[in-house]
């Protein structure tokens, strides 16, 4: 069975939520306590996150694989899949693989598309980085990046929880979270195969999956509807989790 390591919260039909790098399931907790007294929420920790061992060579198909077996654990046959950013391309695979568990899809601040090489060199750049230094250069540098300005300048609880749950982080977790974001595949052409519903949420200022890539996205699945969430950049379920859960809420009812 699965290694991996989840919450389960909620009451209710279970989903499941997938978390973004490099943190791990506690980023849902504003969804787990809004939304808990409606529907069951499993938020799985992805290899070498939270409270799961890492998996040295693991990739967005393997951990696909993983959540999988968590299912199969809970006895669920089918089943919602959201995943924010990282996540995102888990759940994408998952769809890809086990599209015979899937009751439906949450994509939040992803992208279909692959890195391109200038991509792949960043993620090898913050891989020594994290080799030499430890992960703190690597989240330090990403949250001017992954938060909006709004949430820097007006939210610090915000900004302070995100930092938190990154620097507790394991080093082989960040390089092990890289390694499969520089390899994990190009999920465009598997786009259009997608055929439950599908959610397609954005950061309106999310600068690091923009909104055109959520609209790319929403163009090529069939049915797909596309909620872009104000006030917020990569991390929209943090940064507006009113919106966030409202979005959520409408699709899972």
Known sequence: MSTLHYTEAGTGTPFVLLHAFPLDSEMWRPQWEALGSRFGIVAIDLPGY???PAQPGWSVDSAADGVAEVLAKLALPRVVVGGLSLGGYVAMAFAR??????????????RSETDDAPGKDNRNRLIALTKEFGPS??????????????????????VENVRAIAARQSADGVIGG????????????ELDRI????????????GVTPPAMSESMAKRIRGSKLVRLPAAGHLSNVENPAAFNAALTEFLS
């Open 50 to 52: 939270g409270q799961s």
């Open 195 to 206: 055929a439950v519903p599908t959610l397609i949420l954005v950061g309106e200022e999310d």
């Open 97 to 110: 693989r086990h599209a015979d568990r899937l009751s439906g899809l949450i994509l939040a601040d992803t």
């Open 178 to 189: 890289l390694a499969a974001l520089r390899d994990r595949p190009d999920a465009t052409p």
């Open 137 to 158: 250069k690597v989240y330090e540098g990403m949250l001017p990046k992954v938060l909006c300005d709004e949430t820097r300048a007006k939210r610090p609880a915000v």
